[in-house]
């Protein structure tokens, strides 16, 4: 389980592809005695499993994650490269706070970059999610993009629009959005079962 709430900024080191697999080795400034191999990390929202750890050049540690087939059919990690940033956020544990919203680190689809204007001392961008799940987005809710929890303002039946406070824009990879871009969405937690709810109803 995550939350939303990003704890580091990761540089992708390498990048190997083989039988259907991606390889990524991330560069981070975690402490390498608390991430154990096993542990899972989410990488723009998509949640991978700890392969390797070692010690990063610049004294932080690198992690080795491997990417699966489906994840680089349904994410934005398969156009991955070295050098290239990706928000991480290791999941939660018993008592930590719950600062974003619930989420699984399942990512839903991946969405289109409308616009990024600058608002006030924020920043608004709007998305074009995939239709399969525009219907679980909804004004005031949460959606994960790019494993930043953000707060809906807007929706219409061109996309829908988040406000991105300076801080989140400071420390996320969400200040590198350009229109055209592809972005990692995940709907709330709560409005997918509700969704699924009212769909059971229906057909019984």
């Known amino acids: 389980m995550f939350t939303g709430i990003v704890t580091a900024l990761g540089e992708i080191a390498r990048v190997e592809r083989s039988d259907g697999l991606m390889r990524i080795s991330v560069d ?3 402490d390498r005695s608390s991430v154990e191999v096993g ?4 990488h723009d929202g998509c949640c991978l499993t700890v ?46 706070e719950l600062g974003g919203h619930m989420m699984l680190g399942h ?3 991946v969405g289109e970059v409308l ?12 998305v074009k999610p995939p239709q399969e799940i525009a219907h679980l987005i ?6 994960a993009m790019a494993g930043v929890s953000l707060t809906v303002n807007e929706v219409d039946e ?10 989140t824009w400071s420390v996320t990879t969400l200040s590198k959005l350009r ?8 709907a709330d937690m709560m409005a997918r079962y509700a969704a699924r709810l009212i769909e059971a109803r229906r057909n019984t």
Do not use: Y
Not at 39 to 42: E, K, N, R
Not at 65 to 76: G, I, R
Not at 179 to 186: A, F, I, M, P, Q
């Open 115 to 126: 616009s990024v204007t600058q608002d006030g001392a924020g920043w608004r961008v709007r």
């Open 28 to 30: 981070s400034a975690f």
């Open 138 to 143: 909804a004004p005031k809710g949460s959606v």
């Open 179 to 186: 229109k055209g871009d592809k972005v990692n969405l995940e």
């Open 107 to 109: 990512v839903d689809g």
């Open 51 to 96: 392969i390797e750890t070692a010690s990063s050049a610049g004294g932080g540690m690198r992690h080795v994650a491997e990417v699966a087939a489906e994840s680089l059919a349904l994410t934005t990690l398969g156009a991955l490269s070295v050098g290239d940033k990706v928000n991480l956020e290791r999941s939660l544990r018993l008592g930590d």
């Open 39 to 42: 542990a899972s990390i989410a």
């Open 158 to 167: 061109g996309g829908f629009g988040v406000l991105i406070i300076p801080h």
